[in-house]
């Protein structure tokens, strides 16, 4: 007989509660927790290690399976343009990966489209030379567009593998700066029919539920084929990328978990889920 | 708008007289969730909930206000006095060197907020000295060297990246140059990097600043309390400083954060311009927190 479940409610309050510290959110959270009411209905096992097993599955599959990169990696060059609000990591990501590409064998050049910043073209120079990636850069106050455009134009004529485009650091609710990523991404386009192949959208494992927003308003703009979640060294866990996974369905990619250039590591959505409850 | 919001959970309070337990737990459970929407800290919400169930009980309904628009007003008043009712200001020595400094987790807008402090600062007619204590981040020196040639201030570095020995060197030459402000910029560093919270301790230690503080994202989620934490247990920090609330993020974790180590908010920051800081208003980030 199917009574409503009496699963221990204190057990499921810790839970809850261990759910949205992790920034999961609090719809999300009743959602899943009344999921695993359901499905325990007509379970016989009902002790919390079942309970949380069963949340852990419903997390998991909240994750979208990477389909093949086989096709875009081949494109000579692959294009990778990098996005994302202030401060998240865009650019520590983009020698990381510069790194990765290298070590596998690749030409790589990066281009320094944040020509806003203080020293962000110095910075990403500095990360360059530690990857042996070749740099585009222009002096402060260029169009980012032309940096764009100058990188791709470089990396088809000079046969590179690997073309990567950092951008500046943008609210998603500063109208004027999501216009300018629109242009940067039209160039890029002009230049290279197809590309970027790839843009990635990078989040920092701390921020709370304004990540979905950042997610819904840089998609309204470029298409956003994969996440970066940086700053998983710290205590925060990332947990609002389950929204926009279950809203949007985007891959994450790589996750940072440190400040070195081998700090960057292939997403794993097991080790991901269970990192919560750690 | 809050306490329309309420309404509907509150429409059978009308003609009831008093709040009670009874008859508001459903507005109560609206409120955590916006709260909780707003990235408040879980444990601090339910605290909040608590003290706001305890001041709205027993409340008379009077025929002139609705019961939403005052669980609102109750709601709205004590955020209020819990964000800010011990708004302080800098403290600044009336003679003698000033030494200020800026902590915080990797990218909250440390840089930018000292180059917004020295602005603000030289405009009282200070002799102003930054210093580059961030000897890891590829070019932080360099940032903080562009951002003072703004605004026609010296930034004091050394050859060798240590941290320590920038800080002993910039007092050292801040007095023989008759400086009489110092805003320190340090690295970013992780709350759980022993080595990094051992260096900032030192550093406390070395200049005995006049105020240190904590520079946080606004759009942090619910980590806020642990890093505030530990960096509180750490430096003791004078102050927070609430970053990039020129974007949407509600910033919640403010409340979290004063909750938690019960200091003041004293600046905020809304834009990356030198001339974007603001003082904090608690009134502004209630509203906002509330959505
Ligand atoms: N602990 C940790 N720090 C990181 C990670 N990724 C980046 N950082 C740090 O975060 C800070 C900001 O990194 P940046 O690469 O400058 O971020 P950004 O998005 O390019 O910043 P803007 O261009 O100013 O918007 C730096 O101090 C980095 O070292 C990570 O995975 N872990
Ligand atoms: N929109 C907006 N951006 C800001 C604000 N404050 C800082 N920023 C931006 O946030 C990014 C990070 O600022 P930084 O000053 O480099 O941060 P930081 O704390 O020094 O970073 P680390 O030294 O790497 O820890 C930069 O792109 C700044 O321009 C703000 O109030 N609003
Ligand atoms: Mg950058
Ligand atoms: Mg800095």
Redesign the pocket.
């Known amino acids: 007989f199917t009574g409503k479940i009496k699963i221990d409610d204190e057990t499921l309050e810790k839970l809850e509660e261990i759910l949205i510290s992790a920034d999961i959110g609090y719809e999300l959270v009743e959602k899943i927790v009344e999921n695993v009411r359901v499905k325990l209905k007509s379970e016989k096992d009902r002790s919390n290690i079942s309970i949380i097993n069963t949340i852990k599955d419903e997390l998991t599959q909240i994750f979208v399976t990477e389909k093949s990169n086989e096709e875009k990696i081949d494109k000579k060059p692959y294009v990778i343009l990098?996005v994302?609000?202030?401060?998240?990591?865009?650019?520590?990501?983009?020698?990381?990966l510069a790194y990765n590409f290298k070590r596998s064998g690749a030409k790589v050049i990066v281009g320094a489209a944040?020509t806003f910043?203080a020293a962000?073209s110095e910075?990403l120079n500095i990360w360059a030379e530690r990857a042996s990636a070749d740099l585009i850069h222009k002096q402060s106050g260029a169009d980012p567009s032309s940096v764009a455009f100058d990188t791709i134009k470089k990396a088809i004529d000079e046969k590179y593998d690997v073309a990567m485009i950092?951008?500046?650091?943008?609210l998603h609710s500063k109208t004027n700066l999501m216009s300018e990523l629109d242009k940067i991404k039209r160039a890029i386009n002009k230049v290279l029919p197809g590309a970027p192949h790839d843009t990635y959208l990078?989040l920092?494992?701390t921020v709370g539920q304004n990540a979905l927003i950042q997610a819904k308003e840089f998609i309204k703009v470029t298409d956003i084929t994969g996440l970066v979640i940086?700053?998983?060294?710290?205590t925060a866990k990332g947990g609002s990328v389950f929204q926009i996974c279950n809203a949007q369905k985007i891959p994450i990619k790589y996750?940072?978990?440190?400040?070195r250039i081998d700090?960057?590591q292939k997403f794993d959505s097991t080790s991901f889920v269970e990192a919560i409850f750690g | 708008d809050l306490s329309l919001k309420l309404e509907t959970a509150l429409k059978k309070v009308r003609g009831q007289g008093r709040l009670t337990e009874k008859n508001i737990s459903d507005s109560l459970r609206e409120i955590r969730r916006i709260l909780l929407d707003a990235d408040v800290n879980y444990k601090v919400a339910k605290e909040f909930i608590e003290r706001v169930t305890e001041k709205a009980l027993g409340k008379e309904v009077i025929a002139s206000i609705s019961p939403g628009q005052l669980i609102t007003k109750i709601i709205f008043d004590e955020l209020v006095v819990l964000l800010g009712s011990d708004r302080s200001e800098l403290k600044i020595n009336a003679s003698g060197i000033t030494t200020l400094m800026a902590v915080g987790?990797?990218?909250s807008g440390k840089t930018t907020f000292c180059g917004k402090l020295a602005k603000r600062l030289k405009e009282n007619k200070r002799k102003i000295l930054l210093v580059a204590a961030d000897v890891?981040?590829?070019a932080?020196i360099e940032q903080l060297k562009q951002l003072a040639e703004k605004i026609g201030i010296s930034v004091f570095s050394i050859e060798q990246p240590d941290a320590r020995k920038t800080v002993k060197e910039a007092l050292k030459f801040a007095a023989q140059q008759n400086f009489d402000t110092l805003i320190f910029d340090t690295?970013?560093?992780?709350h759980v990097?022993g080595e990094m919270m051992k260096e900032i301790a030192d550093i406390k230690e070395i200049v005995s600043p006049n105020e240190i503080l904590f520079v946080v994202d606004a759009m942090t989620g619910q980590d806020a309390v642990n890093s505030a934490k530990t960096f509180n247990e750490t430096v003791d920090f004078d102050g927070i400083v609430l970053t990039k609330l020129d974007g949407d993020a509600r910033g919640g974790a403010a409340l979290s954060i004063r909750s938690v180590v019960g200091k003041p908010i004293k600046f905020v920051s809304n834009g990356e311009k030198l001339d974007s800081l603001e003082v904090f208003h608690p009134d502004r980030l209630a509203s906002r927190i509330l959505g």
């Open positions: 990098i994302g609000v202030n401060g998240v990591g865009k650019t520590t990501t983009i020698g990381k944040d910043r962000a910075q950092d951008t500046a650091g943008r990078i920092d494992a940086t700053k998983l060294d710290g996750i940072g978990v440190g400040e700090d960057l | 987790l990797q990218g890891y981040r590829p932080a690295a970013g560093r992780l990097d």
